[in-house]
Structure formats: structure tokens, C-alpha cells
């Protein structure tokens, strides 16, 4: 059903046509940004012809002379609409105007009376009527979720959302350009794959018609960049889009960015350095030097506005060991059977029929992540809990792997890469009790590509999307994915 407010605009498209004008427009050439056109007046002065193009944002009538804001994604100027100046058929098409619509305009550069930077339009053409109002203001929960599923409105309703995404992309675009200056190459790995590895997740399963097949939806990129160490290429990295069939919150969405990187002769400890000295070099960057960024967590229950986190990426990060965080933080010792399995029962931690490293595991998540808000490497881990990584030669028991923890967040996932193909056809072989999901997935394609030979080496997995919240100030995924994953909803009618 059209509503009132939609049908007065359809009521203007239809003068606009009779008028000879196309409402839905076409071509604009000679635009400028608006910060462009500002950038030219502070540098010159009144007097600058310019052409803008851009969204309706405001507009102040006084008789026969409109104040209006246009916006771009660089920001808002002034436009000045003058019946005197602007030709007949161009005034009556100003009186067409709503809020939203798309203009194209032509003018001098001009300040008024109070100092405002102003376009004094001399031409103006409709781009694109928009047929719906934008919103008058967005807030409480039912709104939050509007916007996310109408990203879209939320994009020209909220400029400081737009910033957010912008600032994603640059984030994205210093990483790539860090990386190229290391002397890694960016690759492109197959998202359908027969079988799925590289995580402990639950994969998405589609069907290929042609091949008469199931595949899985990648959950990891891992298996194949190491694919690529044994062909000879040393150092590799992917931005990847990745899919695990789980839950979704404020740290979690079922579609996200991994960037994975890969670099022959290299241990964990060098992916450490990687890790801290892009995540320093970001920091920078977003904030134009300093190395320490805000971060708000989610609001808490009855903590409408918590104070925000001042997380210090400056390096070096710290460096601790599982063992140690957890004797620190929960009093326990790893191995001591009786007293981990002790707490996580007061805790409310279902023990029973699990492994004993599974369950010291999901202690640690409860009593330790929490801590650690600076960043910290979680480092030496469990060897029963990580089947691709290799073993520390002093201690059997013990994997070279790191976590980097960030605001009490994983933020991802590094190891000393086995490259045994016996010790890894064993470790793909084995699930530990109450693993609901594991790593030991058999691809026995992948033991292959090991038996002729991968280099030692060094990978590392970082999720983007957190690393983005993280960086931009945001507290949940969904503010940083354009189009977080919503349960459907009908249409409108």
C-alpha cells in the first residue's frame, strides 16, 4: 500500500516528466567533491564556478530564497536557491524538491553573511527523485535493528556509519600495502571446497549440479595457502570471506573477513612480531599517529554508557603463556585433573565425558579472557588442541600457537605450521571427547602436498571484522559489516 507521503512524490515525478524531465536522471558530468568545492573556496576565495552532485539533506525556505544542504560522502555544503538567479523552468523544478532527492548543481562559490561556505546555484538538475522520506531520527533497539536491515537509509541517515565503512576500507587497503612491502603476495583460494579444514567450526553444505556433489562453504583458507608453501611460494596471504554455520552476536557473524598470511622459514614467534607491528602501524594510521585507540565495549545491563577502553597497541604486546595466564587468573594448574574439573562444575561447565584439555579450555574462556584487555599473546597451548601446529622440540605436550587477545577478544589465530606428514595424518585422525567442533578433519589430499615437502613456516589467521570494531570504536560485528546476516523478514507491501 502507497503511502501518503510516497504518493505526494510520485505526485512531483509525474510534474517532472510533464515538465520534460526525466526523474530517475543520467549522466552529471565535471562533478567535484563537496569537500573538493570547500578546499576551493579556502584556497581562492569567492568567485569559483564548481559543479556538486549530491543527496538533499535539509532544506530552509525564506520566500523566494531556499538554504539547502546537499551531501556527499566527503561531507556537506551550503547551496543557495535564488528565484531571481535561477531560470523560470529551473525555479518551478526547485519547488519540486523533497529531502533525499539526488541534485546535480552549478553555481559560484560564495560565503554569506555568517561566514557559511555557499554554492549560489545558477543551474540545477534532479538526478534521482526519492520516492520514500528518509528518516527523522534512529534510535532505541527496534531502530538499531532497522538499520541494520535497511543499511542502505542507515549509510545517508547517519554519516558517522558511512565513516565507519570508509574507514574499513582504508584499514583493508594499509594492510594490503604493508603486506606488499614485506614482500608477501596476495592469492585467491577456492570458497567451495569438498572438504572443509583449517578451523573448529560448522560448515555451511551446498550442492554443485554439474559435478553431482556436496561441498562446503570455506570456514578456513588455511589448507590451501599451505598448498602454495609447497609449490614454492614463500609468502602468501588472503583476504577471505569465509562462512561457519554458527551462532551470531556481537562478536559473531556467520559470513565474515579472515585475513590469512603464510611465510616460509618462519616460526610463531616471527608472526608475533607481524601481528604487533601491523596492528601498531593501523593504530596509527585510523588515528592519524597516536598508537592508542577508544574502544566501547557493548553497553552492560544497566550500564547505559560504560567508559570506553583506551587499548595501547604500541610495541611490543605482551607475552604469556596459557599455563601461566591460567594459574594467574584462575588458580589452576594445567593438568591438575581434579581441580579444573572442580571449578568448571561450580561454574556451571558441563565435565563430564569430555577430554580433560577441552574442559581446562572452556575454564580458561570463563576466567581468563576477560583480563586481558591490553594486548596480550596467549601463547604455548595444549598440543591436543591444536592438530596443524607443531610441537615445541623441548616439550611434546606443548604447541607453538598464540592467540591474540585484545579487549578481552580473540582477535586471531597463529601457529608454528607442522609440516610432518606422518605427525599430521595422526593429529587429522584425532578428536578429542567433547569437542563439538575440531580441527581434526581428514584431508588426505593435504597429507599428500606435505609428503613433497613444506617448507618451516609461520601462519596466522586475524579476523578483519574484528580487528575494524576494534580499530573504529564500534561495539558489535554488525557495525561493521554492511549487511550483517538478519533472520528474513516479508517485504513491506
Given amino acids: 500500500m502507497t503511502s501518503e507521503y510516497e504518493q505526494a512524490r510520485r505526485s512531483k515525478a509525474d510534474a517532472l516528466r510533464e515538465a520534460g524531465q526525466d526523474p530517475f536522471g543520467g549522466r552529471?558530468?565535471?562533478?567535484?567533491?563537496?569537500?573538493?568545492a570547500r578546499r576551493r573556496f579556502e584556497a581562492d576565495g569567492e568567485g569559483?564556478?564548481?559543479?556538486?552532485?549530491?543527496?538533499?539533506?535539509?532544506q530552509r525556505a525564506f520566500g523566494k530564497l531556499i538554504f539547502a544542504d546537499l551531501t556527499d560522502w566527503t561531507g556537506r555544503i551550503q547551496l543557495a536557491l535564488n528565484k531571481k538567479t535561477l531560470a523560470d523552468d529551473e525555479w518551478t523544478r526547485v519547488k519540486l524538491l523533497d529531502l533525499a532527492d539526488w541534485v546535480?548543481?552549478?553555481g559560484?562559490?560564495?560565503?554569506?553573511?555568517?561566514?557559511?561556505?555557499t554554492i549560489d546555484v545558477a543551474h540545477l538538475v534532479i538526478l534521482t527523485k526519492a520516492l520514500l522520506p528518509p528518516p527523522e531520527k534512529w534510535h532505541g533497539l527496534v531502530d538499531v535493528e532497522a538499520r541494520y536491515r535497511q543499511r542502505y537509509v542507515d549509510l545517508?541517515?547517519?554519516?558517522?556509519?558511512?565513516?565507519?565503512?570508509?574507514?574499513r576500507s582504508r584499514i583493508l587497503a594499509e594492510?594490503?600495502?604493508?603486506?606488499?612491502?614485506a614482500g608477501f603476495v596476495e592469492v585467491e583460494t577456492p570458497v567451495l571446497q569438498p572438504i572443509y579444514g583449517g578451523a573448529a567450526a560448522r560448515p555451511f553444505v551446498t550442492h554443485h549440479n554439474t559435478l553431482d556433489a556436496d561441498f562446503f562453504l570455506r570456514i578456513s583458507p588455511e589448507l590451501y595457502l599451505k598448498r602454495l608453501l609447497v609449490g614454492g611460494m614463500e609468502r602468501v596471504y588472503e583476504i577471505a570471506r569465509v562462512f561457519r554455520n554458527e551462532g551470531i552476536s556481537t562478536r559473531h557473524n556467520p559470513e565474515f573477513t579472515l585475513l590469512e598470511i603464510y611465510q616460509a622459514y618462519?616460526?610463531?614467534?616471527?608472526?608475533?612480531?607481524?601481528?604487533?607491528?601491523?596492528?601498531?602501524?593501523l593504530a596509527r594510521t585510523v588515528t592519524g599517529g597516536s598508537t592508542v585507540v577508544p574502544w566501547s565495549p557493548p553497553h552492560p545491563e544497566g550500564d547505559p554508557d560504560p567508559e570506553p577502553l583506551q587499548i595501547d597497541y604500541a610495541v611490543p604486546w605482551r607475552r604469556a603463556a596459557y599455563a601461566d595466564l591460567l594459574q594467574e587468573h584462575a588458580g589452576l594448574a594445567v593438568g591438575d585433573e581434579a581441580a579444573i574439573r572442580e571449578m568448571a562444575r561450580a561454574m556451571g561447565i558441563e565435565e563430564s565425558n569430555k577430554h580433560l584439555d577441552v574442559v581446562t579450555h572452556d575454564v580458561f574462556e570463563h576466567t581468563v579472557e576477560q583480563h586481558l584487555v591490553q594486548p596480550t599473546f596467549v601463547m604455548d597451548w595444549p598440543a591436543r588442541l591444536c592438530p596443524l601446529t607443531k610441537r615445541k622440540a623441548d616439550d611434546p605436550s606443548i604447541a607453538e600457537r598464540f592467540e591474540p587477545m585484545v579487549a578481552g577478544m580473540e582477535i586471531g589465530n597463529a601457529y608454528?605450521?607442522?609440516n610432518d606428514p606422518d605427525v599430521q595424518d595422526e593429529t587429522l585422525r584425532t578428536q578429542l571427547a567433547g569437542q563439538n567442533e575440531t580441527m581434526a578433519v581428514m584431508d588426505t589430499d593435504f597429507v599428500e602436498a606435505l609428503k613433497h615437502g613444506m617448507p618451516p613456516a609461520g601462519g596466522l589467521g586475524l579476523g578483519v571484522d574484528r580487528l575494524v570494531m576494534l580499530l573504529t570504536g564500534a561495539p558489535s560485528i554488525r557495525d561493521v559489516v554492511l549487511f550483517p546476516a538478519r533472520r528474513p523478514t516479508e517485504a513491506p507491501e
Fill in 28 to 36: 552529471f558530468e565535471g562533478a567535484v567533491s563537496a569537500a573538493e
Fill in 48 to 58: 569559483g564556478s564548481v559543479r556538486v552532485a549530491g543527496r538533499l539533506t535539509a
Fill in 104 to 106: 546535480g548543481v552549478e
Fill in 108 to 117: 559560484r562559490l560564495i560565503a554569506t553573511r555568517t561566514g557559511e561556505i
Fill in 156 to 167: 545517508f541517515a547517519n554519516p558517522e556509519v558511512r565513516d565507519v565503512f570508509l574507514a
Fill in 175 to 181: 594492510t594490503r600495502r604493508f603486506l606488499g612491502d
Fill in 266 to 281: 618462519a616460526d610463531y614467534t616471527d608472526m608475533m612480531v607481524l601481528v604487533e607491528t601491523l596492528m601498531e602501524h
Fill in 416 to 418: 608454528t605450521e607442522l
